[in-house]
DNA sequence: CTGAAAGCGCTTACAG
DNA sequence: CTGAAAGCGCTTACAG
């Protein structure tokens, strides 16, 4: 039996020949399309694999005008969010055969720009734009470009198809299971009001306590930065006048961290005295707490893995709902 | 002046028919290759830019055989040091023109296929492989591929290219650090004796005691885990028995942030008593612990920008001294 | 210096 | 059901 004509890649021409078959009918078999007698699509199966034939990419693309690859902008080069975002957008789309091409714009409109004229110039399928802030769009005008965009966790245009955790819903799962947990003076600990995710927290622990019929008074919620040392200083605001809290519900894991070692060092038990919960589920933050911390996933992984997915039906000319698409959290139980 | 035929994007066809040349000499003028006259040129590369003309890369690259892309393996999806090295190696090669896939495995021997298998047939020029111990091998075969291979933080074949962090030198950087800082009783507290880096990373420690007449007993080597519950049980243990250390190094961030928690629970100060210096650079535990934590940063970005550009030359058929390239860390200074 | 032609490796109407 | 031909958008010898 012939081989390859060449010990470079094997071709479809390769095949064809081998098969004593048209490189059409060839085609037609190995993609299932058109009309092929089985006996034939058989053959020319089995010689492919025996060949080793693999289609190029590449050849294939410039007819059929799908790359199977598609871009992901992402401003958060250090950040822990932007991360399991890109994992699940590459997880869920390998699947379908495309490839993602990471572009790391870290701030700069102008590497921004040439990220994205690479990717059209690559003829990528579509784009997902990431970032860290939900309140925040990226460096660079995504759109009137001439491939479908989808934005996850990060700002968007009017009309453009984002996708966000949902905040509220976190938030609300994290007071209840505080007041499941019996506690009734809860409080909540948070970063900078300017974000918007704070203020949504916020909002929604407020409306939870209400709901529970729990006091809500504005000065229940306390607005710093998204560190520890926020964390310290605000038990040390709390446990200065009378009233302390039994529960307290904090913007993030870093605060949480802060406000569990300042109670530890007060003498003050968690979660005997006091239960704690989280926001964000850092792993490495939220299980070295002593004790491990209860807090909230966003589910970053699945968000992103939906992100991709939605892109690849608007790739297929598919129509998807476009507006804000709010994710839902997870409470994450350990021991706080 | 006639558009470009369609509402399409414009091609090379476009700009030759607007500039009354043949699509050779236009391709030629824009690439800078062959004999064109400079009036011709510049007057096809003014067309060009009227039309907004933006070569189709996929064709392009059918013809060069050159895709100007790669591939990036990382089975360290959560992990804090493949995130550093990817976004490196993007910077590194987005200057000239090449674009990165990436790659999630999630140390799944199938799904890794499954993405080389992707790569290959997308004709990517190289693959780059980006782990979190360079004692570990990705759990797939990259040898005898048809593209060059680079290994960024991960264990490769023998006689591969592969990029690690010096991790003897950044090791002596600390321990001079802190015999700079006059300590004489130094300790190691670090990880498990199983990692490679630690066992560097230690026996540099020692060798950099011994050069500077410092006792160097093996009981100053704390072998643990890489947790901060470790560096409190080192620091219980340490102060547990007599002569005390005045200078600890940290096989990495958390434990160190754990050495000094417990030394200011103890009422022991950093760094008027005792200094402590960590590995890793690790920001979110480095510049919280208090004091900000002195430690070795290993230049992740850096190595990851080196791994593309290696791999770049690999794939321009240029030729790269293969072997173990340990590239320098840096001693951050900070107040502990 | 410039262009006609062939080719990269596929797919897709269109005939037969 | 099968194949000859054209085409995707470029580049590259090869002539002129």
């Given at each position: ?136 769009p990226?460096?660079?005008d995504l759109t ?7 934005y996850?966790?990060?700002a968007g245009p009017a009309g453009a ?176």
């Amino acid at each position: 039996m012939p081989g390859p004509t060449s010990s470079e890649r094997v071709t479809i021409y390769d095949v064809a020949k081998t098969a004593k078959v048209s490189t059409a009918t060839a085609s037609k078999a190995l993609n299932g399309t058109g009309r092929v007698s089985e006996e034939t699509r058989s053959r020319i199966k089995s010689v492919a694999q025996q060949l080793g034939f693999r289609p190029n990419a590449l050849a294939r693309s410039l007819t059929s005008k799908r790359s199977f690859s598609v871009g992901l902008l992402t401003d958060d080069t250090y950040g822990r969010f932007t991360l399991p975002v890109m994992a699940g957008v590459s997880e869920g789309l390998i699947d379908h055969g495309v490839s993602v091409f990471l572009c790391s714009i870290d701030g700069n409109p102008d590497l921004a720009r040439i990220h994205v004229d690479a990717l059209l110039d690559k003829q990528v399928d579509g784009i997902i734009a990431t970032g860290k802030r939900v309140d925040k769009p990226l460096p660079v005008d995504l759109t009137h470009l001439s491939v479908p965009v989808v934005y996850a966790l990060t700002a968007g245009p009017a009309g453009a198809l984002i996708l966000v955790p949902d905040d509220r819903q976190g938030a609300t799962e994290a007071v209840r299971h505080l007041i499941a947990q019996k506690r009734r003076r809860i409080v909540h600990v948070t970063g900078p009001e300017s974000f918007q995710v704070v203020r949504e927290r916020a909002q929604a622990c407020q409306d939870a306590l209400h709901a529970a019929g729990l006091p809500t008074a504005d000065a229940l919620t306390l607005y710093g930065s998204w560190s520890e040392l926020w964390g310290h200083e605000a038990v040390a605001r709390l446990w200065s006048g009378a009233n302390q809290p039994d529960g307290i519900f904090c913007g993030n894991d870093q605060i949480a961290r802060g406000v569990i070692d300042a109670l530890r060092e007060r003498g003050v038990g968690v979660p005997t005295d006091v239960s704690v919960v989280g926001f964000d589920n850092w792993e490495i933050v939220a299980a070295q707490t002593r004790p491990p911390l209860t807090t909230i996933d966003m589910n970053l992984k699945e968000l992103g893995r939906q992100a991709g997915l939605a892109l690849l039906r608007l790739a297929n000319g598919e129509t998807v709902a476009p507006g804000l698409w709010k994710l839902p959290c997870s409470l994450v139980v350990r021991d706080s």
